[in-house]
């Protein structure tokens, strides 16, 4: 039949070597080698599954089941009966047992080798086997390995098994991202604007401030922080939908607001490197004015580059049954994986590297230095913990938990809360460093009053 493949036959349960058999869909199960380039789709069952059965019985029916479950209600439960995107891989099940001998908690697990191309993006695989007595879908007892074109499911029993996929970013899960981001956007928009006032007002009432770079380059990555959670409200906002120019103007403001914050986050671990690491030789004219043509002027040229060449438009975030979740101005869908690769994830990885090895040189500094001039062993310093946790906000710390958002939906969560909130952490930074208490002063560390001092500039 054709969308039932079925083998049975005895096995001798003193076999001195693992069986493989085939899983190809359009033909009958047989018993291979163990080339798995030969035989992608496959299942191996261990020798220990039939020795654990020599006590009983010499030899065992085993039969294995391949069925094209298709449209129709068999197998679905309430998994798949969400609308949301999930399927069965290839509508594909794969079905083991040893007669009416019930297998459970096996020693060594069986292993099913499901082989398939490049999958969507937005799409997670499980390992999954069908829990009769639920009715449903569930993963208990079995791991997933990804691969590059194929999957391999462990289990520790035999039943029907299949390759589940589920949407990461169901309508309802984007719903509860884009709430967590516009909460934490909000508290950042409103504490970047304490931190702009407050940078005002020390430089009306302390006329040295206004001679310091540092205190001008937080203020710079404040600015763009907030003009990009001004255009993320605008763009995630449920108002009318905007037309084709007035999209493309503002995926491409969208676009120079990002790229600002991560040049004037590039910016500060650069600042950061002249006075901790660098420290002699930093002389340099007219310093703030160069890092502004570098912090505004950068991602100016890029934009323009790239909406040169008509990238920017609507873009929309789809299900694996090409349901729209998420619809926004930014670039679009035909030219989105080109430029969006090459200006918005080569260009943060540019910056996270170069961040990340100025943090890492400036937190051994900060751990090693008060040893090195005291001459004796000191437990680590939680003023020194907190001058590193600082200084991270301003290089965008928060920014490389986008890294591990691939893990699953956890750290996608995770990645929105605290970057959302990185506003918040900037100003508490920098009302720390400019209002100290009396007895921070007497006995702030030396990476605390770095900061403070700047790199003459003749504006």
Same mark, same amino acid.
């Given at each position: %039949?054709?969308?039932?493949?079925?083998?049975? =036959?005895?096995?001798?349960?003193?076999?001195?070597?693992?069986?493989?058999?085939?899983?190809?869909?359009?033909?009958?199960?047989?018993?291979?080698?163990?080339?798995?380039?030969?035989?992608?789709? /496959?299942? $191996?069952?261990? $020798?220990?599954?039939?020795?654990?059965?020599?006590?009983?019985?010499?030899?065992? @029916?085993?039969?294995?089941?391949?069925?094209?479950?298709?449209?129709?209600?068999?197998?679905?439960?309430?998994?798949?009966?969400?609308?949301?995107?999930?399927?069965?891989?290839?509508?594909?099940?794969?079905?083991?047992?040893?007669?009416?001998?019930?297998?459970?908690?096996?020693?060594?697990?069986?292993?099913?080798?499901?082989?398939?191309?490049?999958?969507?993006?937005? %799409?997670?695989?499980?390992?999954?086997?069908?829990?009769?007595?639920?009715?449903?879908?569930?993963?208990?007892?079995?791991?997933?390995?990804?691969?590059?074109?194929?999957?391999?499911? /462990?289990?520790?029993?035999?039943?029907?098994?299949? @390759?589940?996929?589920?949407? &990461?970013?169901?309508?309802?899960?984007?719903?509860? @991202?884009? /709430?967590?981001?516009?909460?934490?956007?909000?508290?950042? %928009? #409103?504490?970047?604007?304490?931190? &702009?006032?407050?940078?005002?007002?020390?430089?009306?009432?302390?006329?040295?401030?206004?001679?310091?770079?540092?205190?001008?380059?937080?203020?710079?990555? *404040?600015?763009?922080?907030?003009?990009?959670?001004?255009?993320?409200?605008?763009?995630?906002?449920?108002?009318?939908?905007? /037309?084709?120019?007035?999209? $493309?103007? +503002?995926?491409?403001?969208?676009?120079?607001?990002?790229?600002?914050?991560?040049?004037? %986050?590039?910016?500060?671990?650069?600042?950061?490197?002249?006075?901790?690491?660098?420290?002699?030789?930093?002389?340099?004219?007219?310093?703030?004015?160069?890092?502004?043509?570098?912090?505004?002027?950068?991602?100016?040229?890029?934009?323009?580059?790239?909406?040169?060449?008509?990238?920017?438009? +609507?873009?929309?975030? +789809?299900?694996?049954?090409?349901?729209?979740?998420?619809?926004?101005?930014?670039?679009?869908?035909?030219?989105?994986?080109?430029?969006?690769?090459?200006?918005?994830?080569?260009?943060?990885?540019?910056?996270?590297?170069?961040?990340?090895?100025?943090?890492?040189?400036?937190?051994?500094?900060?751990?090693?230095?008060?040893?090195?001039?005291?001459?004796?062993? =000191?437990?680590?310093?939680?003023?020194?913990?907190?001058?590193?946790?600082?200084?991270?906000?301003?290089?965008?710390?928060?920014?490389?938990?986008? #890294?591990?958002?691939?893990?699953?939906?956890?750290? #996608?969560?995770?990645? *929105?809360?605290?970057?959302?909130?990185?506003?918040?952490? #900037?100003?508490?930074?920098?009302?720390?460093?400019?209002?100290?208490?009396?007895?921070?002063?007497?006995?702030?560390?030396?990476?605390? +009053?770095?900061?403070?001092?700047?790199?003459?500039?003749?504006?």
């Amino acid at each position: %039949m054709s969308f039932l493949k079925a083998a049975v =036959q005895n096995v001798s349960t003193s076999i001195s070597e693992d069986l493989f058999f085939s899983l190809t869909s359009s033909q009958v199960p047989g018993q291979v080698t163990e080339d798995e380039h030969a035989y992608p789709d /496959r299942v $191996r069952l261990p $020798r220990s599954l039939f020795e654990s059965l020599q006590s009983n019985r010499s030899e065992v @029916l085993l039969a294995i089941t391949i069925l094209d479950v298709g449209p129709g209600n068999l197998f679905k439960g309430p998994q798949l009966s969400r609308k949301d995107g999930s399927h069965v891989l290839n509508n594909r099940l794969v079905g083991l047992s040893l007669g009416s001998i019930p297998v459970s908690r096996l020693a060594e697990p069986l292993e099913i080798t499901f082989s398939h191309q490049h999958l969507p993006p937005n %799409m997670a695989l499980n390992c999954v086997f069908w829990d009769a007595t639920k009715g449903d879908w569930s993963s208990t007892g079995c791991s997933t390995e990804l691969r590059a074109k194929r999957t391999v499911c /462990r289990c520790d029993h035999l039943t029907f098994f299949a @390759l589940l996929l589920k949407p &990461i970013l169901d309508q309802d899960t984007v719903k509860s @991202l884009i /709430r967590i981001s516009q909460a934490g956007c909000g508290a950042s %928009m #409103i504490f970047l604007a304490f931190t &702009i006032v407050l940078y005002a007002a020390l430089r009306f009432y302390r006329l040295r401030f206004k001679s310091e770079d540092a205190p001008k380059i937080h203020v710079a990555l *404040s600015v763009s922080l907030f003009l990009l959670n001004l255009t993320f409200f605008v763009n995630v906002g449920q108002g009318p939908e905007p /037309r084709d120019a007035a999209c $493309r103007a +503002r995926g491409g403001i969208f676009h120079y607001f990002l790229l600002c914050t991560f040049t004037w %986050m590039g910016l500060e671990a650069f600042h950061l490197y002249l006075l901790v690491i660098k420290v002699f030789n930093t002389y340099f004219g007219h310093y703030f004015l160069k890092l502004s043509l570098v912090g505004w002027g950068l991602p100016a040229l890029i934009v323009f580059g790239t909406g040169s060449a008509g990238s920017y438009g +609507r873009y929309a975030i +789809r299900d694996q049954r090409n349901v729209t979740t998420l619809e926004l101005c930014w670039f679009r869908e035909k030219t989105a994986d080109s430029a969006l690769y090459t200006t918005v994830h080569g260009y943060f990885l540019v910056t996270f590297l170069f961040s990340a090895v100025v943090l890492g040189l400036v937190a051994w500094k900060i751990f090693t230095l008060p040893r090195a001039t005291t001459g004796r062993e =000191q437990g680590p310093s939680w003023k020194g913990f907190l001058t590193v946790l600082g200084l991270s906000s301003l290089v965008g710390v928060t920014w490389w938990l986008a #890294i591990l958002t691939p893990l699953g939906l956890s750290t #996608i969560y995770v990645f *929105s809360l605290f970057n959302s909130l990185q506003g918040v952490f #900037i100003f508490c930074w920098f009302a720390t460093l400019y209002f100290p208490s009396r007895s921070a002063v007497t006995s702030s560390s030396g990476t605390g +009053r770095a900061d403070q001092v700047h790199t003459t500039s003749h504006e």
